[in-house]
């Protein structure tokens, strides 16, 4: 009887005992797809039996509803570790984490209705867990909604939601946000710059290293905006910026030492921090260095490998200056035609030069048929973009009635706007009109101070006209 008991016992026992090694075993792996991802746990991909094991308890764990194992399967699914990636099912396990409260599960599901992977594009929604993921002081999620209000993404732009967001972030240390809040301070909308704001933000996250803000913040004190204006702190926070490889530091770098501000001028040390800009992509410092060839060094064809560089790029201006060398025949054989391809490319693409330039072609009849219509067409478009070039030769044409009805009063409101950017020709023009009354009240006065001010700029026909005004006194 005693035997039988002591049997039994012993048979229980054993039972408890493998119990209890299965459950640490499974605890354990539990633990260990918790701490070390999917990218150990789906081991089965390369024949590991651990990672079988571990795959089909992730699965069985997210299935029942665990949210750290439903998000490490969409992680894996998103990434593409352990398992095939497939966005969309990297979608719908977040949605599940999502659904259960789990902060980082939102911000992932918001950001991919952000961008449309593995869900149809939807911003509005996308601000939906946003919020709810802010709200739980997710400090990504705190400073995307501040994006997604700052540039009315998915919601009604809101400047005032929009700081309040970025301020959460930014006031616990998150450096992107106290950049976002720079340059909505320095950038706003509706409203006048606070460049002192800009200033406190952008130092904030620049002096935790972060090299976009250490731009930005140099780019203040260049130009003295918040800050008193000094070229020397302004190096010192371009050259920590652009050491960390930010373009955008290399740049303002290179700038530097290209117009000699607070160092001496020296193009070889430009071209050093423009070529390591241009190597990560960076369209504005590739212009540069076509600039530089061709108005420095005058290795015109040298400029014309750069500058079609930034065109290939999609960098509007890149196109218009590619234009040009091929109209004034540098670097490339004048080619009327391919200057009127690089242009049009130009003016298409928004490029207020592209478009002036265009015009031109077509009042010049170089390239295309003369049609001063079509050149007024593409005037019109570069002046309504502040170009002075543009505002001039839209003036012009309505003077000379090239391309629409004369109208002297058009012509002086376009030539006014041309010559306050300071182009002579304009003043020049703005003052015969004011001599000769014509599209404003005639008025010697105001016809002298807008000679006087081409001349200063050695506008010789201004000069002839001062002499012989002075000459009838």
């Excluded at 992509?281 to 212009?287: E, F, L, R, S």
């Amino acid at each position: 009887m005693a035997t039988g008991k002591t049997e039994k016992i012993a048979k229980w026992c054993s039972i408890a005992f493998i119990t209890l090694v299965l459950v640490a075993g499974v605890m354990s792996a539990v633990v260990s797809v918790r701490r070390r991802g999917l990218g150990h746990a789906f081991g089965a991909r390369t024949g590991s039996a651990t990672g079988g094991v571990g795959s089909w308890l992730m699965l069985t764990l997210a299935e029942r509803g665990d949210t750290r194992s439903q998000y490490a399967l969409a992680q894996a699914y998103e990434d593409g570790k352990g398992v095939g990636k497939d966005e969309a099912q990297a979608a719908r396990w977040y949605r599940k984490a999502a659904d259960r409260g789990m902060a980082a599960a939102q911000y992932r599901l918001a950001r991919m209705y952000q961008t449309g992977r593995g869900v149809a594009k939807d911003p509005a929604r996308a601000v939906v867990w946003l919020r709810k993921a802010a709200w739980q002081g997710y400090i990504q999620a705190q400073n995307r909604l501040g994006i997604a209000y700052d540039e009315g993404i998915g919601v009604e732009r809101n400047e005032a939601e929009a700081v309040r967001w970025y301020r959460k972030a930014a006031l616990r240390g998150y450096v992107r946000a106290q950049r976002n809040l720079g340059l909505l301070y320095k950038f706003r909308k509706g409203a006048p710059p606070d460049y002192v704001e800009a200033a406190k933000w952008f130092r904030m996250a620049a002096e935790q290293g972060y090299a976009p803000a250490q731009n930005h913040l140099g780019i203040l004190y260049r130009d003295g905006l918040g800050v008193k204006r000094d070229y020397a702190e302004a190096l010192k926070w371009f050259r920590l910026s652009a050491e960390q490889g930010c373009s955008g530091g290399q740049c303002s770098l290179g700038a530097m030492y290209r117009d000699g501000w607070g160092v001496k001028q020296d193009c070889a040390e430009a071209l050093k921090w423009f070529e390591k800009a241009a190597d990560d992509g960076d369209t504005w410092a590739m212009m540069q260095i076509g600039y530089i060839c061709r108005d420095v060094k005058k290795d015109y064809a040298e400029a014309v490998k750069w500058l079609r560089k930034a065109a290939d790029n999609g960098f509007a201006r890149g196109m218009a200056q590619t234009g040009d060398m091929y109209r004034n025949g540098q670097g490339v054989e004048r080619n009327y035609e391919e200057a009127v391809k690089w242009y049009r490319m130009a003016a298409e693409a928004g490029d207020d030069e592209g478009q002036r330039l265009l015009g031109r072609m077509y009042e010049n009849a170089n390239g295309v048929k003369r049609d001063y219509v079509e050149a007024v067409k593409w005037f019109r478009k570069s002046a309504a973009q502040g170009n002075y070039f543009g505002q001039f030769y839209l003036g012009v044409a309505y003077e000379y009635a090239r391309g629409v009805k004369r109208d002297y009063a058009e012509a002086a409101k376009l030539y006014r706007k041309s010559a306050e950017q300071g182009y002579s020709y304009a003043q020049y023009n703005l003052g015969c009109l004011f001599l000769e009354g014509k599209g404003v009240v005639s008025n010697d006065v105001e016809a002298v101070k807008w000679f006087r001010k081409a001349a200063v700029q050695g506008n010789k026909e201004a000069k002839k006209a001062l002499e012989e005004i002075e000459g009838k006194k």
